[in-house]
C-alpha cells in the first residue's frame, strides 16, 4: 500500500471515529433521563405520566424537526449543523438538573429532541460524501456500532452518577461529557466533506432538488415507510418480549428479559460484520434478504412452537445477529437511491419514519397483549420486518439519483 492510500485510510478511520462518538452522544443523550425517572420521581414530585409525556415531546420535536435539519445540513453543511445539535442536546439535559419547573422540563425536552434531530442527516451526510468507496459500508457499521454503544453506556452511568451525587448533578455532569466530544469536532471536522465541498470539487453550481420534489419520489417514501415499520418492529420486540413470553409460554421474566438482552447484545455484534460483508460482495440487497428473511422466520417459529427457556437465549442471539447483519446494507441501499448533493435532505426524511414507528406500533402490541393474542405480537413484529423488506427492496427498482429534477 503506497503513501496517499494509507492517509487516505487514516482519515476515513480519523472521520468514522468522530462521527461514530457524535452519534454515541445521541444515543447516550436519548436514554440519559428515563434512568433518572426514580429519583426525579421521589425528589421533584412529578409522576411518571408527567415524565413520560418529556420523552414524547423529545422524539415528537426530533422526528417532526429532522426532514428541516437535513435541509439545514445540505444549506450550511454537516460540521456546523453536528455542533449545534451537539451542544443544543447536552446543554437540554444539563438545564433539566436545574429546573423545578414542570413547564420548563417540558420546552427543554423539545429542546433536546431538537438537537437530536440533527444526527442522522448530518452523520450520513459527512460519512456519504467523505468516506472512500471501498470502505463505505463498513463506515456505516461504526456509525450504528457507536449508536448501540451509547444505548447501553446510558444506563448504567446515569443511575452510577444518580446514586453517587444525586440526579440534578448526574444530568449536569452528563452534558459535560460531551465537552471533548465538541472540541474533536471543531478542531479535527476538517477532514469532514458535505455538499458545499462536493460543489466546490465537481463545479456543479446548478440548482438542487427542493424537499418537496425528494419526498415525491416512490424510492424516499418507500425508504421512510421502511424505517417506520421497522423501527416500529424494534421497538415492539424491545418493549413486549418479556411480557409476551411470559403471557403465552409462562417464561419467567428473568429469563424473557435475559434473553431480550442477548438480543441486544448480538445485533451490534452483526452491525461490525455486516459491514465487512456489504464492502465485500456489493449485495446489500442479498444481505437484506438474509438477515430480515431469518430473523421473521425465528420470529413466527417462536410464536408457533414453545422452545425450552434454554434456547431462547441462543434463539434471540442468532436472531438479533442477523437484524444486525442489515445496518449497513440499508444504509447503502438509501445512499444508493438519493440524488449528488441531497443526502442531508433524504436521510433526514426517511430516518424521521424511525420516531413514527416507534410512536406507533407499541400502542397496537399493546392491544394484542391486552385482548389475550401474546402470540401474536412476535408474528406481527415478523410481519411488519417482511413488508418493510419489501419496501427497501421495491425502493430498489427507483433511480432517483439521475431522475430528480431540480427546481428552476
Known amino acids: 500500500?503506497?503513501?496517499?492510500?494509507?492517509?487516505?485510510?487514516?482519515?476515513?478511520?480519523?472521520?468514522?471515529?468522530?462521527?461514530?462518538?457524535?452519534?454515541?452522544?445521541?444515543?447516550?443523550?436519548?436514554?440519559a433521563l428515563p434512568p433518572l425517572f426514580p429519583f426525579i420521581y421521589a425528589d421533584a414530585g412529578f409522576n411518571y405520566t408527567q415524565l413520560g409525556v418529556v420523552m414524547t415531546l423529545f422524539y415528537v420535536?426530533?422526528?417532526?424537526?429532522?426532514?428541516?435539519?437535513?435541509?439545514?445540513?445540505?444549506?450550511?453543511?454537516?460540521r456546523n449543523t453536528l455542533l449545534a445539535g451537539l451542544v443544543l442536546e447536552a446543554a437540554a439535559i444539563g438545564l433539566c438538573g436545574i429546573t423545578s419547573n414542570y413547564g420548563v422540563l417540558c420546552l427543554l425536552g423539545v429542546l433536546g429532541g431538537i438537537g437530536n434531530s440533527v444526527f442522522h442527516p448530518a452523520d450520513y451526510?459527512?460519512?456519504?460524501?467523505?468516506?472512500?468507496?471501498?470502505?463505505?459500508?463498513?463506515?456505516?457499521?461504526?456509525?450504528?456500532?457507536?449508536?448501540?454503544l451509547g444505548y447501553a453506556a446510558a444506563p448504567t452511568t446515569m443511575v452510577a452518577l444518580a446514586t453517587t451525587v444525586g440526579w440534578?448533578?448526574?444530568?449536569?455532569?452528563?452534558?459535560?461529557?460531551?465537552?471533548?466530544?465538541?472540541?474533536?469536532?471543531?478542531?479535527?471536522?476538517?477532514?469532514f466533506r458535505d455538499l458545499a465541498d462536493v460543489r466546490r470539487a465537481t463545479g456543479a453550481t446548478g440548482p438542487q432538488p427542493t424537499m418537496l420534489q425528494l419526498v415525491a419520489q416512490p424510492a424516499v417514501l418507500l425508504c421512510f415507510v421502511f424505517f417506520a415499520l421497522l423501527a416500529g418492529a424494534t421497538i415492539g420486540l424491545q418493549s413486549f418480549t418479556g411480557?409476551?413470553?411470559?403471557?403465552?409460554?409462562?417464561?419467567?421474566?428473568?429469563?424473557?428479559?435475559?434473553?431480550?438482552?442477548v438480543y441486544l447484545l448480538s445485533a451490534p455484534v452483526g452491525v461490525l460484520v455486516g459491514g465487512a460483508i456489504t464492502d465485500r460482495y456489493k449485495r446489500p440487497d442479498l444481505v437484506a434478504v438474509f438477515g430480515?428473511?431469518?430473523?421473521?422466520?425465528?420470529?413466527?417459529?417462536?410464536?408457533?412452537?414453545?422452545?425450552?427457556?434454554?434456547?431462547?437465549w441462543p434463539w434471540l442471539a442468532v436472531g438479533g445477529f442477523c437484524v444486525g447483519l442489515v445496518f449497513p446494507a440499508r444504509d447503502i441501499m438509501v445512499r444508493a437511491i438519493t440524488p449528488p448533493g441531497s443526502s442531508g435532505k433524504v436521510f433526514g426524511f426517511v430516518y424521521a419514519g424511525m420516531d413514527v414507528g416507534s410512536a406507533v406500533s407499541p400502542v397496537f402490541l399493546g392491544w394484542l397483549m391486552d385482548n389475550g393474542e401474546p402470540r401474536l405480537?412476535?408474528?406481527?413484529?415478523a410481519v411488519l420486518t417482511v413488508l418493510g423488506l419489501a419496501c427497501l427492496l421495491a425502493s430498489r427498482r427507483y433511480e432517483t439519483r439521475a431522475r430528480v429534477a431540480p427546481a428552476e
Open 243 to 261: 411480557a409476551a413470553l411470559n403471557e403465552a409460554m409462562q417464561t419467567p421474566l428473568v429469563i424473557g428479559n435475559a434473553a431480550l438482552t
Open 292 to 312: 430480515y428473511g431469518i430473523a421473521a422466520v425465528l420470529l413466527v417459529l417462536l410464536a408457533l412452537v414453545r422452545p425450552p427457556d434454554w434456547m431462547l
Open 125 to 148: 451526510s459527512i460519512l456519504s460524501n467523505t468516506i472512500s468507496e471501498q470502505r463505505m459500508a463498513r463506515a456505516y457499521s461504526v456509525h450504528n456500532f457507536t449508536g448501540f
Open 168 to 191: 440534578r448533578t448526574a444530568a449536569i455532569v452528563a452534558s459535560l461529557l460531551v465537552i471533548p466530544m465538541v472540541v474533536a469536532v471543531a478542531l479535527k471536522g476538517n477532514d
Open 1 to 31: 500500500m503506497d503513501g496517499a492510500a494509507i492517509a487516505l485510510r487514516r482519515r476515513d478511520v480519523r472521520v468514522m471515529g468522530l462521527v461514530g462518538f457524535a452519534h454515541f452522544f445521541s444515543h447516550f443523550f436519548q436514554l
Open 61 to 78: 420535536a426530533s422526528a417532526g424537526a429532522m426532514t428541516f435539519a437535513g435541509v439545514l445540513v445540505d444549506r450550511i453543511g454537516a
Open 377 to 381: 405480537v412476535f408474528v406481527s413484529i
